[in-house]
């Protein structure tokens, strides 16, 4: 059995515990929304129960169709076991609609089908602000070397495929989402982190509201709707 040991470190979604496993992590996931980098924060109950849950359904969907992640088991409606990677300290960002920074930025209407889908990379500092990233600089920053990005582009792409055609299914259209790698024991490349409406942007088909984190960002409302809804249709077709 394996047992929740010292606390490594708390992140602005997530407290992570050493377990009596070396090479697995404990994942708690904190009732807290940030945005800005962490500057705007708020505490939120229920919402680690709703971003675990949520998480949980894609990433075992994922395994099951061939991905490799880090996702192990779930512990309770809040806490998770995962392996212990070696992160790439690289955010990738899916985008498949104009939205939020890359709509202002290029000064495209938001939900603009993007054709090619637009895959972006950030340094992930928190004290730079996550810098935006090309792959040369990755590679002369020694943060992943081009074999990797590589493969980090073709599992990317296969990922984007899942989920979207998963939320399609249940009537939410995928415009972007953020995911991270890390490298197991094996040198292995392995996806990690989360997949939540915390690092997605999901829009209701039949209403076009928005369900994600957007909605804390905005000021919109109680962001805990929106993530009821995902999670309550993920359940609704678990397994399919």
């Known amino acids: ?12 979604a ?11 992590l404990w994942l708690h996931s904190l009732d807290q929304a940030t945005a800005l980098n962490g500057k705007q924060k708020e505490h939120i109950p229920d919402k680690g129960r709703l971003t675990t849950q949520i998480s949980g359904l894609l990433f075992e969907m994922l395994n099951q169709a061939g991905i490799k992640t880090h996702y192990l088991s779930p512990v309770d409606e809040t806490d998770i076991l995962v392996a212990r990677l070696t992160m790439l300290p690289i955010e990738v960002v899916v985008r498949n609609f104009a939205a939020g920074h890359f709509a202002s930025r290029f000064d495209v ?46 599992i990317t792409a296969r990922v984007n495929q899942l989920l979207t055609e998963k939320f399609k299914t249940i009537g939410i259209t995928l415009l972007d989402f953020k995911i991270e790698f890390g490298l197991d024991d094996q040198g292995a490349l392995v996806l990690g982190d989360e997949l939540s409406p915390d690092n997605m942007r999901l829009i209701d088909d039949a209403t076009g509201a928005s369900l994600d984190k957007d909605v804390f960002r905005r000021g919109e409302g109680d962001l805990r709707d929106g993530y009821e809804i995902v999670l309550h ?7 399919e």
């Open 109 to 154: 209407e938001p939900m603009t089908p993007l054709v090619p889908v637009v895959n972006e990379y950030y340094y992930k500092r928190d004290d730079l602000d996550d810098p935006a990233l090309n792959a040369s600089q990755a590679v002369a920053l020694k943060l992943a070397t081009p074999a990797q990005l590589a493969e980090i582009s073709d």
């Open 14 to 24: 997530k407290a992570v515990y050493e377990t009596s496993d070396p090479k697995i």
């Open 233 to 239: 249709r993920l359940n609704e077709t678990k397994g």
């Open 1 to 12: 059995m394996i047992t929740q040991e010292a606390l490594l470190t708390t992140g602005k």
